[in-house]
């Protein structure tokens, strides 16, 4: 659950003790062995303030949904480069965001985040349309998970657009340029998915 906590750049702390487990208005994480030890703990501990969700492996989209908000269209973009950047929008927001070393890991990233059980997941590459599409990025475009996949006419870092503007600018401008541009193709994604979804594969 951690490792989904910052990997989604959701903001937590880990209690010193049962007197810091809840604070006011928090969200309270409580695994199986958690609860044991509070139930087995000769000192209550006061959760009447706070919101506690149960942690297994079967309920990790409903926690995200908490978390980080709904998960009715999950965006993620991808800017090719040395490295390929990506970025994943929740609704329109940044939420994650990384580096992969070869285009082909990207299919890490589909399959995580198809496991929060997103109502639609959008997978946006953008590419220079003059080049001829690589046998990896077709296979990505292709993923089963994928709800609609898009080719973005790829974006410059002295551009701007309206999807641009939309996303969080002042969190953006200390991304690096790679993952901006990753961040702008999703952001265009999912815009371009609540105008006009008819087809699988769509260029823009």
Known sequence: MVRLLREFGISFRVPRSLEEICYREEVVLLDHEGLRYLNESSRSAQLTNCRVIHVDRDNLSEI????????????LGVDLGRRAAYAVLVGGRLVKYGHVDSISDIRKVIEEIALLNPGVLLLGIGMEFSKSIPDEVLELLESREVTRAYLVEEVHSNSRSDAEVRLPTSDLAKLPKDIRAAAVIASRVYEKYLRLHETALVFI
């Open 64 to 75: 995200v949904r908490e978390l980080i908000g709904d998960l009715k269209v999950v965006s």
